[in-house]
């Protein structure tokens, strides 16, 4: 299957700063998902985002498809934005989607 | 909003038992997904089904079988239980998606953990 890797695998923020979350694949995709992941273990969609560039508050992200990369990009972050963020992607053919192992974020306050 | 609810928030049971555990979607969505959730591995996907009785194996089927007998409900068997198949149990739900993805957007239930003693 394909592989999806994600960088850093953690990360650990002081309230109000910035950061960038990659995602990096190994062969060209149709879709792809970015997903949080709270404490309580419940995921949310945050972006179906196959190609270009998406915004959603403090959330934005970017697929750049040919050249196999996405990047969500979390402004003035806030203690409620810990949790894991995964990036799932979608092969050309089939019903399935293919997660990286995550990026594990804390936010202090 | 989309509302995909699973039976049991955690589970306990011993070596060799059938376990069923339940998905139930509101939304009227095509596909429907299985997945296991490990540390350091991420979520893998077991089974899905894109439509009512249609299933297809996922990366990790084997110890388990699933059931779509109507649209809104997705079950998925271990048949014998083993302590590796302790973990947490993902279900999800998408619409069928247009052009050139076949998938839209996943809606992820809350989980089960499962613990095999």
């Known amino acids: 299957g394909i592989q999806v890797e994600q960088s850093p695998p953690d990360l650990i923020l002081q309230e109000g700063a910035n950061s960038t979350l990659r995602c990096n694949f190994s062969d060209s995709v149709n879709n792809l998902q970015w997903f949080h992941q709270n404490p309580w273990g419940q995921l949310i969609n945050l972006f179906y985002?196959?190609?270009g560039t998406k915004q959603n508050g403090r959330l934005s992200a970017t697929t750049v498809a040919t050249e196999r990369y996405s990047l969500l990009y979390i402004s003035s972050s806030q203690t409620t934005d810990s949790g894991v963020y995964f990036c799932a992607v979608e092969r050309g053919t089939g019903n399935q989607f293919y997660f990286g192992t995550g990026t594990s974020l804390t936010v202090i306050p | 909003d989309v509302k995909v609810t699973q039976s049991s928030r955690y589970l306990v049971k011993r070596t060799g038992e059938k376990v069923f555990l339940e998905c139930v979607q509101d939304m009227d969505h095509e596909n429907m997904f299985w997945y296991r959730q490990d540390p350091g591995l991420g979520l893998r996907l077991i089974y899905f089904?894109?439509?009512?009785?249609?299933?297809e194996k996922g990366d990790i089927p084997e110890g388990y079988s699933v059931s779509r007998e109507k649209k809104e409900r997705f079950s998925l068997i271990l048949e014998s239980a083993s302590t590796n198949q302790t973990s947490m149990y993902l279900c999800?739900?998408?619409?069928?998606?247009?052009?050139?993805?076949?998938?839209?957007?996943?809606?992820f239930g809350p989980g089960t953990r499962l613990t095999v003693l």
């Open positions: 089904s894109y439509d009512v009785k249609m299933k």
């Open positions: 985002i196959p190609s």
């Open positions: 999800a739900s998408s619409r069928r998606g247009q052009g050139t993805g076949s998938t839209d957007t996943q809606y």
